[in-house]
């Protein structure tokens, strides 16, 4: 049979199914089950661009709701770079392979007008290669595949517009195209061309020089005159005419306007001051000019068909002293405020006033937006902008998106595309775009009504999009920065995070303290540790950075060292030596208002710091024990690992022959009768004189090994438990540079559940630097999670940026309609496996479904995953309920109601996954209503063997019930 038959006949099981579930009653999902998975963090931010986004274009009729089309250079989240990138409302998506070089002008285009055909995306530049294919100066993009328009143009591309130049004649839109060429489809066309679809054509003898700008403008509103287009750039003639960097094309002829302007224009837009109020629109025109039509008006002017005037004092200054990007932008979408002319590109004033690149025009007078997008560094400019509603007609309003080239504190662009939604800027796809290294868990009000939040530390700008130097906050839904953050010599270097207590449940409330190498936090010099009381950073003072090896500090808790005594638990550092005591080095303690010396300190550097008690429910007390690259600790000789007892250092039972990354209390049976561990991970081999590979415990007596270890650095460690209170054992999770763990593949992340190694999914394509168990929903269903940092984009195959989560079970992902008989036994009959569908001819286990994302509505980033499938598509459907099991050919169906199909996707390696490259989300393909509700998906599979369950020849996954988030 065909693959198309294939399909076919698996449309009419499909429909079969439909008929049969619509007379069976509700019935309840029958069996939980405990599957954590990964989830990319922060939800739907990331890659980061790199450089330029020169050109936005919104595509409001994209099947899946709208896209932004965004053209310069970046890298996405897999590390690929590319020219021009989709994103729609949760994740970029490069176009195919994109164009060989820059991008500098985007339009949607639809060439058959009502016609069948879609609109496509038409890119111009100076590439000559779009898709792997010739192409150039201008090539269209279907949603699958690039081509040329023909044999384009034999120069860059700076300017696209759609244009109707007959108006309610018989001709349908045309493609206007501007730049420095001087041929389009191999014949004349100076600067300016036109293309209707199928061949190009020059607009009279053109421009001398470069067109830059274009857009349609119909100067008498309601008059009889129709609309004309209207071109800007640096010619000095049009049509072989006079014309001042502006030019009129209207009846078949070019004409200036009002004698033009004194300099380039870069941006031109048309602008209603009042919206539908008496005022007719107006053209705008921006650029590097002084004067219009003679008269002064710095950098921005409008037309209103007969004469030009100035906007205000108009717009000047900065590196880049002119107009780059228009764009109307009304801030409160239906509310009672007017639109506003939004103008970017070099500037540092509007009005007079100082502005930061980006400045507003209500018709009267100039105002900024807030501080601006990007901080006031040369080489800093706004390049484009545009409106985008990444929901369509969903709750959330439009923001004004706002590209360019921005650099942070001096080093490389790390975000270039800033979102303005009225009152606040946030970065569009930024993710965390710098290495994680540490996490904790912080309340900055203690009892109050803010609940704990999730800190990250690392050397990232931006975290899921805001403004956040090397130390962010997530409360549960979005991420914030703490003050302006740190500021370091090579970037925001937070190594360590912990929360402090320094008068000991007393009316202050705990501080954040962030320690790495850094010079000051908040504006405040503190000297690469610092602490922040819920409103401020302040300096610890009294210490100073330990400058060999590697200066930073890389390790802090909080430790007691007298246990029930008298003397309140003070924070331990790492790195800092005190002045005044040059034999206190490596490692010191802090009491809330001073520093002082643990005992001659450490000969090396501290990698990690924990409290462990050695007898358990002994008479003795916790210890601190230090761990990390030295040999020597308050004068005694040890072996990367020494115990402080609260008055002397010693020996931890030889300790281990290389550097200690990690150090985690884990008790391998639970309540069971083995007691507590301390467990080191690092770069050693032999722990104690026994072979111990990269982890090994440490049981208060003697080391052992951790099964057969890993294969390479353990960097991380941390206990936890996937189902809190439920009947599954704690496990040890390791995170670092390792590829297996005992014997098996894990890529970079791996759990002990005491007696095997087992991987985390497809684990990370990055070293796994942090670990953090976090619930980020408080009391509510979801359990916590493990939060994983690192330098790493993409955990178990999905995209994200240097954070992520392995969530414990939660209530909103519950696995049903099961095929090993719990659920009612399959049709042959057969027994499957555990959490599976009903076995099939390759596979006696069965097929499975699982999920992996946030099943949010804002948010959804949601993919539903095949493995153990068999034939040669998979068809993923939904449903509004859940039916008794019902045999189906091979399976069992258990889902009802409303269904839709959410895809038919290709089987490779017996897997199969929605959604794919182009697809909607499953929550907008699946009509998920505001505010959530619960939806129910199993998959449908041909079964390859007719002779296996004779003579059905399909099967059914197990089913999965999502609780979809507002």
Not at 128 to 150: C, D, M, Q, Y
Not at 321 to 349: H, Y
Request: glycine letters at 16%; a negative charge; hydrophobic letters at 40%.
């Amino acid at each position: 049979m065909s693959q198309p038959a294939r399909i076919a006949a698996s449309r009419g099981v499909l429909a079969f199914l439909v008929s049969i579930v619509a007379a069976l009653a509700l019935a309840q999902a029958s069996k939980a089950q405990c599957t954590p998975v990964w989830e990319s963090f922060p939800p739907g931010t990331v890659g980061g661009f790199l450089q330029e986004v020169s050109v936005l274009c919104v595509d409001e009729a994209a099947p899946g709701g709208p896209l932004l089309h965004a053209g310069g250079g970046f890298r996405l989240p897999d590390g690929s770079f590319t020219t021009i990138a989709s994103w729609d409302g949760a994740v970029w998506r490069p176009l195919g392979t994109g164009v060989d070089t820059h991008v500098s002008t985007l339009c949607m285009f639809d060439a058959d007008g009502p016609g069948p055909n879609p609109a496509e995306l038409i890119a111009g530049g100076s590439f000559t290669v779009a898709g792997g294919v010739a192409a150039n100066g201008v090539a269209k993009w279907n949603g699958t595949t690039w081509s040329p328009l023909g044999a384009g143009t034999n120069g860059a591309v700076f300017a696209l517009t759609v244009f109707d130049e007959d108006g309610l004649g018989p001709n349908a839109p045309a493609l206007f195209v501007g730049g420095s060429f001087t041929t389009a489809g191999g014949a004349s066309a100076n600067r300016m061309a036109r293309w209707d679809g199928a061949t190009w054509s020059a607009l009279g003898s053109g421009m001398d020089t470069r067109v830059a700008a274009l857009t349609v403008f119909d100067e008498d509103g309601a008059g009889p005159l129709p609309s004309a287009l209207f071109a800007g750039g640096s010619f000095t003639t049009a049509g072989g005419s006079g014309a001042s960097s502006l030019a009129r094309w209207s009846g078949g002829a070019w004409s200036a306007v009002g004698g033009g302007v004194d300099a380039d224009v870069f941006a031109l837009t048309v602008f209603d001051d009042d919206d539908a109020g008496p005022h007719a629109p107006r053209l705008i025109a921006g650029g590097l000019f002084g004067h219009a039509g003679g008269n002064p008006a710095v950098r921005i002017a409008s037309w209103d068909g007969s004469a030009w005037s100035p906007l205000g004092l108009g717009v000047d200054g900065g590196p880049f002293p002119s107009v780059l990007a228009l764009a109307v932008f009304d801030e409160d979408g239906a509310g009672p405020g007017l639109s506003t002319l939004c103008a970017g590109g070099g500037l540092s004033s509007a009005g007079g006033a100082s502005a930061n690149f980006v400045a507003r025009w209500d018709g009267s007078q100039w105002s900024t937006l807030a501080s601006g997008p990007c901080p006031t560094e040369p080489g800093n400019h706004v390049a484009s902008l545009v409106p985008f509603d990444d929901d369509g007609t969903g709750p959330h309003p439009a923001r004004l998106l706002v590209g360019g080239t921005y650099e942070w504190d001096g080093g490389l662009a790390h975000a270039t595309l800033a979102a303005w939604d009225g009152a606040d800027w946030s970065y569009l796809g930024a993710g965390m775009n710098g290495s994680v290294h540490a996490l904790s868990a912080y309340d900055d009000d203690g009892a109050g009504p803010n609940a704990p939040a999730l800190v990250a530390g690392g050397d990232f700008y931006f975290a899921g999009g805001a403004l956040a130097r090397g130390v962010a906050r997530w409360n549960g839904d979005a991420w914030s920065g703490f003050d302006s953050g740190m500021i370091g010599t090579s970037g925001p270097g937070v190594r360590s995070l912990a929360v402090f207590d320094d008068d000991a449940g007393g009316p202050d409330l705990p501080e954040l303290i962030a320690a790495g190498w850094f010079g000051s936090a908040g504006g405040v010099l503190v000297g690469s540790i610092a602490a922040w009381n819920g409103s401020a950073w302040s300096a610890l003072p009294g210490a100073q950075i330990d400058p060999s090896p590697s200066p930073e500090v890389t390790a802090m808790v909080v430790f007691d060292e007298d246990g029930s005594g008298p003397t309140p638990a003070v924070l331990f550092a790492s790195g800092l030596r005190i002045a005044s005591q040059p034999g206190a080095f490596g490692l010191l303690r802090w009491n809330g208002h001073a520093w002082s010396a643990v005992g001659g300190g450490l000969a090396g550097r501290v990698h990690a710091l924990a409290s462990f008690d050695e007898d358990a429910a002994g008479p003795g007390a916790p210890a601190l024990f230090a761990a990390g690259e030295f040999l020597v600790a308050g004068g005694v000789p040890v072996s990367h690992v020494a115990r402080w007892n609260g008055t002397s250092w010693s020996d931890v039972g030889g300790g281990v022959d290389a550097a200690v990354f990690a150090l985690a209390v884990f008790d391998d049976d639970d309540a069971g009768p083995n007691p507590p561990a301390l467990h080191a991970g690092g770069a050693f081999t032999i722990a104690g004189g026994v072979g111990a590979s990269h982890v090994a415990k440490w049981s208060g007596a003697a080391w052992s090994s951790v099964g057969i270890g890993t294969s390479a650095n353990v960097r991380a460690l941390i206990a936890f438990d996937a189902d809190g209170a439920g009947p599954d054992r704690s496990t040890l999770v390791a995170g670092g540079d390792f590829t297996s763990a005992g014997g098996v593949s894990a890529n970079r992340i791996a759990r002990w559940d005491g007696a095997l190694w087992s991987s985390l999914g497809a684990g990370t394509n990055g070293v796994v630097r942090a670990l953090c168990i976090f619930d980020d929903d408080g009391s509510g269903a979801a359990p916590n999670s493990v939060f994983v940092g690192g330098t790493f984009n993409s955990a178990d195959n999905q995209t994200t940026a240097n954070l992520a989560r392995w969530a414990g079970c939660a209530s909103t992902l519950q696995p049903f309609c099961f095929g090993d008989g719990s659920s009612g036994p399959c049709p042959c009959p057969n027994v499957g496996a555990t959490g599976r569908g009903c076995p099939n001819s390759s596979f006696a286990s069965g097929a499975q479904l699982l999920v992996a994302g946030n099943a949010s509505l804002g948010q959804d980033t949601v993919v539903l995953s095949t493995s153990s499938v068999t034939g040669p598509a998979c068809i993923f459907f939904q449903g509004t309920n859940v039916i008794a099991p019902l045999p189906i050919d091979d399976g069992l169906g258990c889902v009802g109601g409303a269904l839709i199909r959410l895809g038919t996707k290709p089987v490779s390696a017996k897997a199969s996954s929605y959604p794919q490259s182009g697809d909607a989300r499953v929550s907008v393909r699946g009509q998920v209503p505001p505010p959530g509700a619960t939806r129910y998906y199993q998959v449908f599979y041909r079964n390859a063997a007719p002779g296996f369950c004779a003579p059905a020849t399909s099967n059914r996954t197990n089913g999965v019930a999502i609780s979809w988030s507002y």
